[in-house]
């Protein structure tokens, strides 16, 4: 399945573009806490997903993702310290758990080809 664009970028582009423009705000002159930094990334985050779920119209996994993110973003910034190393790990976790069950819901839109046996 080819990844939805927003205004001709992927939805990853766009949360990047919203962690950095927080940590500029931030950086200057916005007084936010690093809880109310997590809180607009994982905001960002989760309807980030649940946009994508709308998009696609079958995007309970981008939810799932979404959600997953948020969540995390949002456990970071109330105090959990986990290294970027283990973050990734526990993203790329969810991210297989949900691909490999979309794989058992999702079924080709033209049949399978047969091969020639020799």
């Known amino acids: 399945m080819k990844t939805p664009l927003l205004f001709g970028r992927e939805p990853a582009a766009w949360l990047t573009l919203v962690a950095v423009l927080v940590k500029l705000a931030a950086a200057f002159g916005w007084d936010?806490?690093?809880?109310?930094?997590?809180?607009?990334?994982?905001?960002?985050?989760?309807?980030?997903?649940?946009?994508?779920?709308?998009?696609?119209?079958?995007?309970?996994?981008a939810a799932i993702i979404g959600f997953a993110q948020a969540a995390l973003a949002l456990a970071i910034?109330?105090?959990?310290?986990?290294?970027?190393?283990?973050?990734?790990?526990?993203?790329?976790?969810?991210?297989i758990a949900v691909g490999m069950w979309d794989r058992t819901q999702v079924t080709a839109k033209v049949p399978q080809r047969t091969l020639p046996t020799a």
């Open 77 to 95: 910034g109330y105090g959990l310290d986990w290294s970027t190393e283990k973050q990734a790990a526990v993203m790329v976790a969810v991210t």
């Open 32 to 61: 936010a806490s690093p809880e109310t930094q997590a809180n607009v990334n994982g905001i960002a985050a989760a309807g980030m997903g649940l946009l994508i779920a709308w998009m696609v119209h079958n995007g309970a996994g």
